[in-house]
């Protein structure tokens, strides 16, 4: 099957032209949260209808959790611990290296979260970013019908463990990924899930030292359909979650090329021996293509 796009001559030198889109899972019901274990060699990746996380492994798939509180995101903290988000659990959790699981941020001012959706570590401080829409509550399909406490928010976990609203205004927050250097974040909009006609972009802020975020603004919209997870390889391209696969746009948001895949992929991560392959949740299927850039590195894998 495939393939690729070249929309710009940049986007010749991150593809390989012999590499193919390879099906690593299938008949799963929709996927997202793919995360990589370099030390082991696998990928876990969310299965959220199905209520379970599934790990790729040496060409095998097996169940890594079921039930799952309905997961959705993943990242690795910086000791490489696996951090969860939880729909149906509305929490964001850290598995602990004897297997306990700690609950990280699961209410702000006596009110619970929504239905955390991904999650993503500034590699610098270890500060932990996620996103709480309410999808995760307003169907029994991906965590179960529940009351909204909150409004959707992005939020920010400081190293010191204070949980803080980094920004309100948006309808439904999603992916988010951070730039090379630190000093962006870009975060999904996908709106709202039962309006068409609703407002989807990706935006990026400015991120201070202090954590706060300044200058909030639409970094591109992705078409057909709407970008929900997002990765900043090494030099600071940002590859898109899209409708018709993934999209891969520079660092000032102009679209350079796209990976066809015939069909919506809705989360994406770097792994692989050298983060140069790109794995892609793409509905019931797990795909994957090497590239020939790399994924930014991992927080833990950043540490002196
Ligand atoms: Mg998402």
């Given at each position: 099957m495939s393939l690729t796009e070249s929309l710009?001559?940049?986007f010749n030198r991150l593809i390989?032209?012999?590499a193919q889109i390879e099906v690593l899972a299938e008949n799963c019901r929709w996927l997202e949260g793919p995360v990589w274990f370099a030390d082991h060699g696998l990928l876990l990746f969310s299965d959220i209808p199905n209520n379970r996380v599934m790990r790729w492994c040496a060409g095998q798939v097996s169940v890594f959790q079921s039930p799952s509180d309905f997961a959705n995101g993943h990242a690795r903290d910086r000791e490489g611990r696996l951090l969860s988000c939880l729909h149906h659990g509305r929490a964001v959790t850290r598995r602990e290296l004897d297997g306990r699981v700690t609950v990280l941020a699961d209410r702000l001012a006596g009110k619970r979260l929504n239905s955390p959706n991904d999650v993503t570590v500034q590699p610098g401080n270890g500060a932990i970013w996620f996103t709480d829409p309410i999808y995760g509550i307003t169907t029994d399909y991906e965590g179960g019908k529940q009351e909204s406490e909150r409004p959707p928010a992005l939020y920010r976990l400081g190293p010191d463990g204070r949980l803080s609203?980094?920004?309100?205004?948006?309808?439904g927050p999603n992916g988010l990924a951070f730039s090379p250097d630190e000093r962006r974040l870009y975060v999904t909009e996908t709106g709202d899930q039962f309006d068409p006609a609703t407002e989807r972009h990706i935006r990026v802020f400015d991120v201070e030292e202090n954590g706060h975020l300044r200058h909030g603004r639409v970094f591109a919209r992705i078409s057909p359909g709407y970008a929900d997870g997002i990765a900043c390889d090494e030099a600071g391209n940002l590859w898109c979650s899209a409708g018709d696969g993934v999209h891969c746009l520079s660092p000032e948001g102009e679209t350079l090329g796209k990976i066809h895949t015939g069909g919506t992929v809705a989360n994406l991560a770097f792994g692989g021996r050298h983060r140069s392959r790109l794995f892609l949740c793409a509905g019931t299927r797990l795909l994957a293509l090497h590239t020939n850039t790399r994924g930014a590195h991992e927080p833990f894998a950043n540490r002196p």
């Amino acid at each position: 099957m495939s393939l690729t796009e070249s929309l710009d001559p940049r986007f010749n030198r991150l593809i390989l032209g012999n590499a193919q889109i390879e099906v690593l899972a299938e008949n799963c019901r929709w996927l997202e949260g793919p995360v990589w274990f370099a030390d082991h060699g696998l990928l876990l990746f969310s299965d959220i209808p199905n209520n379970r996380v599934m790990r790729w492994c040496a060409g095998q798939v097996s169940v890594f959790q079921s039930p799952s509180d309905f997961a959705n995101g993943h990242a690795r903290d910086r000791e490489g611990r696996l951090l969860s988000c939880l729909h149906h659990g509305r929490a964001v959790t850290r598995r602990e290296l004897d297997g306990r699981v700690t609950v990280l941020a699961d209410r702000l001012a006596g009110k619970r979260l929504n239905s955390p959706n991904d999650v993503t570590v500034q590699p610098g401080n270890g500060a932990i970013w996620f996103t709480d829409p309410i999808y995760g509550i307003t169907t029994d399909y991906e965590g179960g019908k529940q009351e909204s406490e909150r409004p959707p928010a992005l939020y920010r976990l400081g190293p010191d463990g204070r949980l803080s609203v980094a920004a309100d205004d948006f309808i439904g927050p999603n992916g988010l990924a951070f730039s090379p250097d630190e000093r962006r974040l870009y975060v999904t909009e996908t709106g709202d899930q039962f309006d068409p006609a609703t407002e989807r972009h990706i935006r990026v802020f400015d991120v201070e030292e202090n954590g706060h975020l300044r200058h909030g603004r639409v970094f591109a919209r992705i078409s057909p359909g709407y970008a929900d997870g997002i990765a900043c390889d090494e030099a600071g391209n940002l590859w898109c979650s899209a409708g018709d696969g993934v999209h891969c746009l520079s660092p000032e948001g102009e679209t350079l090329g796209k990976i066809h895949t015939g069909g919506t992929v809705a989360n994406l991560a770097f792994g692989g021996r050298h983060r140069s392959r790109l794995f892609l949740c793409a509905g019931t299927r797990l795909l994957a293509l090497h590239t020939n850039t790399r994924g930014a590195h991992e927080p833990f894998a950043n540490r002196p």
